[in-house]
């Protein structure tokens, strides 16, 4: 930590227009100074100063919805229907992972999105002390969850690990990690098991994340079941009156759509994972119309195959035209606050995070335009939408620590990490 200058960058705050000729300036984890070079306060002296020419700032990317051990199932199991993938492939690998093949999991995870530009990240899976101990190493933000599923003998073990790690782990790291309870679905979870989570999540003072609408089959059997269709029967069960993450909210009906906004639910749309595993598209127009605050995940690797959100916010941006027919939908500063600020506020965390603004933590990443597919600079923000790739972030910084400069990683060993994943993965 300390003071970091970042000189004469293009500045995309999200909070308001482009500042070209730029400067940043960090104190500690704060972010001290965002505006034009001339505007930096006199006198303010720096211990590491970035010479940030070509480079374009802008808050860092947040992932609403992963898995990030997953990383160890990637090209693991394809081209499947969803329930013979999940049933016959990924949850039988899944029960052979122990708590070491987490940890290294999510490592490799956390290397693949600070090299990609993510900087917080919203996580549901097991093993989550793993997880967290491998954020802490690694610098990064992330709200976390222990997947529970209500169905099964180990419930209630699964619901004591879920509170367990929120009183361990909420404000580790510095406060970088938060944490929530993760009810798996309305269709793992018994409308009694999810009623009992959502008690102790208020008791406890976090949120709840969970998978919702993800699926035509998800609907019908909650809808067989328990006479609602899922967003209806958790308002009836009483999730949304809490800080609630919602991934994937692919089938939705308008009275869905009303009551998302209404509760004001955060909806993690994961559009690659959608795409591959044909579960359907997001009605993203429509619920931005409604005035949903809809935000921008990759899902697990398992399902996409890759935790780029550089990538993602690219899809999301062309799937939501596509899909409309309507190429004035999620314009690229739209892409943009959909995958910083709206992700910042699903995760309740946009007093903090999602924008360049003084007085908010030192989250910010620096892309590097100097190259073939980024020249001329017409519209920056069109560019990074529209054709920057992962591999363009040169920094990341993340709660005033940089985490990665000139494409190099600091705080993880990529050869030690490739080499575990490897070896694990090889055991079967
Ligand atoms: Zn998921």
Redesign the pocket.
Known sequence: MGKILIKDCTIVPISGPVIEEGAIAINDDRLHYVGPAGGLPAGWQADTVIEAEDMVALPGLVNS?T?AAMTLLRSYADDLPLKQWLEQKIWPREDRLEREDIYWGTKLALLEMIRSGTTTFAD?YFHMDAVAGAVVEAGLRASLCQGLIGLQDTSDQRLEAGIALVKEWHGAGEGRITTMLGPHAPNTCTPGYLIRVAETAAGLGVGLHI?LAETRGEVADVKGRYGATPVVLVNKLGLLDLPVLA?HCVHLTTEEITILAEKKVGVAHCPESNLKLASGVAPVKEMLAAGVNVAIGT??AASNNNLDMVAETRTAALLAKGITGDPTVVPAHQALVMATLNGARALGLEKEIGTLEAGKKADLILVDMRQPHLMPPNDVEAHLVYAARGSDVDTVIVNGKILMAGGEVKTLDAEEIYAQVTKRMQKG
């Open positions: 919805h898995h549901m998978h991934a899902d697990g």
